[in-house]
């Protein structure tokens, strides 16, 4: 009998501390871009002017979106905010998403743009229809910040996508990025950052075409992928890089180029090339995102 009762003690300890646990009370950011939503190949289907593909395609983000709403709650979150961070960033219908979470929409100004909302008291974030940075190849509309004016964005000498840029921001308050989804291009880069990270590919870039998973697969995963991240937590470290930080942006346009060098504190390094140095993150931040927006 004793040796009954010390192997079922030890079978409870195993269940109760071995196994994954529920992520109970975190509190969790997600930002949701759209070319690396399911389906998305061309740049037209996120375009509200594309009537019909871009009516379908910001359901299937809203309901991305909301599998990783679920993913969270299903991991025992008590709070999870959506923050839509494409274009108008009007995007996600509001009505498909999981009456317990917040949902983040349009432009307040602020410099933390994509993760606008986020501060000190989230525990997580996490990133769905994100994409490849400029230049990558077998990438779904592939570009950095914006398609028409970068080439490309580097911070302490990484040439950074926009996940990477969020990353920072994130880290800036300390919280990880635990998962990531969109195309295997974006999955493979997060993976190449931050190290440690849960990813689901949607989809992968072939030359101008994509191999796509059907949307609801998609959702299963992301789901998934976000539940098995938030249960262990402990495995993810905030993405950050050491200062003082150097912020060097190379423009499309050679016009932009000028007009940024008469930022208070900006140089112009190249023809095409602007740097920014500052000590706080953030400053480097809000200094890129007016560089985006001359």
């Known amino acids: 009998m004793k040796k009954f009762l010390l ?7 195993i269940f109760n501390f071995g196994l994954a646990q529920p992520a109970k009370g975190l509190k969790v950011f997600i930002s949701v ?14 375009d509200r002017s594309a009537a019909d593909d871009y009516q379908y395609f910001r359901r299937i983000m809203s309901l991305e979106a909301n599998a990783a709403v679920e993913g969270a709650l299903a991991a025992g979150a008590s709070e999870v905010w959506v923050r839509d961070a494409h274009g108008s960033a009007r995007n996600i219908l509001p009505d498909l998403l999981d009456k317990r979470s917040k949902l983040i929409r349009d432009w307040s100004g602020a410099p933390q743009a994509m993760m606008d909302g ?18 990558t190849p ?13 080439t490309d964005i580097k911070i302490n000498g ?4 926009e996940a990477g840029i969020n990353a920072l921001i994130a880290g800036y308050y300390d919280i990880p990025v635990v998962f990531a989804a969109g195309d295997k291009a974006l999955c493979d880069q997060a993976k190449k950052l931050f190290g440690e990270v849960e990813t689901v590919a949607v989809k992968e870039g072939v030359g101008g075409a994509a191999i796509c998973l059907q949307p609801e697969v998609s959702r299963e995963k992301i789901k998934a992928g976000v539940t098995n991240a938030l249960q262990n937590l402990d495995k993810y470290k905030p993405y950050k890089l050491a200062p003082p930080y150097k912020l060097v942006l190379i423009f499309k346009v050679e016009k932009l180029a000028y007009n940024a060098q ?3 504190g900006a140089k112009r390094t190249g023809d095409w090339e602007i740097t920014y140095e500052s000590n706080d993150l953030m400053d480097v931040i809000n200094a890129g995102q007016w560089f985006l927006k001359q």
């Open 33 to 46: 871009d759209m070319e690396g939503i399911s389906g998305i190949v061309t740049s037209e289907e996120c």
């Open 158 to 161: 990484i040439s950074l996508p």
């Open 118 to 135: 986020i501060d000190k008291t989230f525990d997580a974030v996490v990133f769905v229809g994100y994409h490849a940075k400029s230049g």
């Open 7 to 13: 192997i079922l003690a030890a079978c409870v300890f």
């Open 138 to 150: 077998d990438a779904t509309i592939e570009h950095t910040m914006s398609s028409s004016r970068i």
């Open 262 to 264: 008469f930022y208070p």
